[in-house]
């Protein structure tokens, strides 16, 4: 079944990127058709305080932050819808989007869908994500002062998170499941030669251990296994971060425009255009070098005022 009105724009996401496009293009009475998509809100919503964003001197809850940013849009005309996209087809405007078995027109589309933090799939570490574990060093390394940290990763990602921490915590082990790591050597090394950081190899992450106190939880320590031996030592720490990278969400457009071979999306060096003519991209979807929510709201931004002068280009 075809919703046979044709939308000016249809945003797919709604994290930073994709709430900041919806309130400029509400502003710019385009109407926007948001959906929300699997993790409404975008990676802030699994985030317990947000202290780097502009506007907010006492820091702001993570899903807080979002809910002001989506009502805010709303108030400018944005239609919000927790749905998933399912299919899109970018072969000819106007671009079809299917939602639920329904298929929506829209003659521009704006990406959002962001990137997820690669996890390691263990119970404990759902648990105490947010609780002192983490996916992103630059986002909570300040929380962790005078404290001890170990990053699980053997990348330059993990290298750079470690280097970084040591910047906060009081000692930061770097856990890594291989003998070798396949950071490059630059990285390697000056990991290697900051005092603060040690490195544990042929060892994984076996659990996260933590307490829950009146209802306040944090990490205490990590359960680590020598895959070689088998032997499990006890890691005292208070944070853990996850250093192995992160997957843009954008499985659902390979083949209707083009993605980098990391599976970002590319878009021009001067805006946010997609090689898809009408079709934009902005947000950690097409940014694998900053990922801040800030930097994400920004692209939101610009992702709007170039549909609104697209837009405005086709229908004078």
Same mark, same amino acid.
């Given at each position: 079944?075809?919703?046979?009105?044709?939308?000016?724009?249809?945003?797919?996401?709604?994290?930073?990127?994709?709430?900041?496009?919806?309130?400029?293009?509400?502003?710019?009475?385009?109407?926007?058709?948001?959906?929300?998509?699997?993790?409404?809100?975008?990676? +802030?919503?699994?985030?317990?305080?947000?202290?780097?964003?502009?506007?907010?001197?006492?820091?702001?809850?993570?899903?807080?932050?979002?809910?002001?940013?989506?009502?805010?849009?709303?108030?400018?005309?944005?239609?919000?819808?927790?749905?998933?996209?399912?299919?899109?087809?970018?072969?000819?405007?106007?671009?079809?989007? @299917?939602?639920?078995? =329904? /298929?929506?027109?829209?003659?521009?589309?704006?990406?959002?869908?962001?990137? @997820?933090?690669?996890?390691?799939?263990?119970?404990? /570490?759902?648990?105490?994500?947010?609780?002192?574990? @983490?996916?992103?060093?630059?986002?909570?390394?300040?929380?962790?002062?005078?404290?001890?940290?170990?990053?699980?990763?053997?990348?330059?990602?993990?290298? /750079?998170?470690?280097? $970084? +921490?040591?910047?906060?915590?009081?000692?930061?082990?770097?856990?890594?499941?291989? /003998?070798?790591?396949?950071?490059?050597?630059?990285?390697?090394?000056?990991?290697?030669?900051?005092?603060?950081?040690?490195?544990?190899?042929?060892?994984?992450?076996? =659990?996260?251990?933590?307490?829950?106190?009146?209802?306040?939880?944090?990490?205490?320590?990590?359960?680590?296994?020598?895959?070689?031996?088998?032997?499990?030592?006890?890691?005292?720490?208070?944070?853990?971060? +996850?250093?192995?990278?992160?997957?843009?969400?954008?499985?659902?457009?390979?083949?209707?425009?083009?993605?980098?071979?990391?599976?970002?999306?590319?878009? @021009?060096?001067?805006?946010?255009?997609?090689?898809?003519?009408?079709?934009?991209?902005?947000?950690?979807?097409?940014?694998?070098?900053?990922?801040?929510?800030?930097?994400?709201?920004?692209?939101?931004?610009?992702?709007?005022?170039?549909?609104?002068? $697209?837009?405005?280009?086709?229908?004078?």
């Amino acid at each position: 079944m075809t919703d046979k009105m044709i939308h000016n724009v249809i945003i797919i996401g709604s994290g930073p990127a994709g709430l900041t496009a919806a309130l400029y293009t509400g502003r710019a009475n385009l109407k926007p058709l948001v959906f929300e998509g699997l993790q409404p809100g975008g990676q +802030l919503t699994i985030t317990t305080e947000v202290e780097n964003y502009p506007g907010f001197e006492h820091g702001i809850m993570g899903p807080e932050l979002m809910d002001i940013m989506r009502k805010q849009a709303q108030r400018f005309g944005a239609d919000c819808r927790f749905n998933i996209v399912e299919k899109v087809d970018f072969s000819k405007p106007p671009f079809k989007i @299917s939602v639920s078995g =329904e /298929e929506h027109l829209a003659n521009s589309v704006i990406i959002a869908t962001g990137a @997820s933090a690669k996890l390691l799939g263990l119970d404990s /570490e759902n648990e105490y994500m947010g609780y002192g574990v @983490s996916a992103c060093a630059t986002c909570d390394g300040f929380f962790f002062k005078d404290q001890r940290i170990i990053v699980i990763g053997g990348g330059d990602t993990a290298m /750079e998170e470690a280097s $970084y +921490l040591t910047k906060f915590g009081k000692e930061v082990s770097i856990v890594h499941r291989r /003998e070798e790591f396949r950071a490059s050597k630059i990285m390697l090394d000056r990991a290697e030669k900051n005092p603060k950081i040690k490195l544990i190899t042929d060892t994984v992450l076996d =659990e996260v251990l933590g307490v829950n106190e009146h209802g306040k939880k944090r990490v205490t320590g990590a359960k680590l296994k020598n895959i070689k031996t088998g032997e499990i030592k006890i890691h005292e720490v208070e944070g853990i971060f +996850l250093g192995i990278g992160h997957k843009p969400n954008t499985d659902l457009f390979k083949g209707q425009i083009e993605l980098e071979d990391n599976g970002y999306i590319k878009t @021009s060096k001067v805006n946010t255009r997609t090689n898809v003519t009408g079709v934009f991209a902005c947000g950690d979807a097409q940014d694998h070098v900053y990922r801040q929510a800030v930097t994400a709201a920004g692209s939101g931004c610009m992702a709007a005022i170039d549909v609104e002068r $697209y837009l405005e280009s086709i229908h004078g």
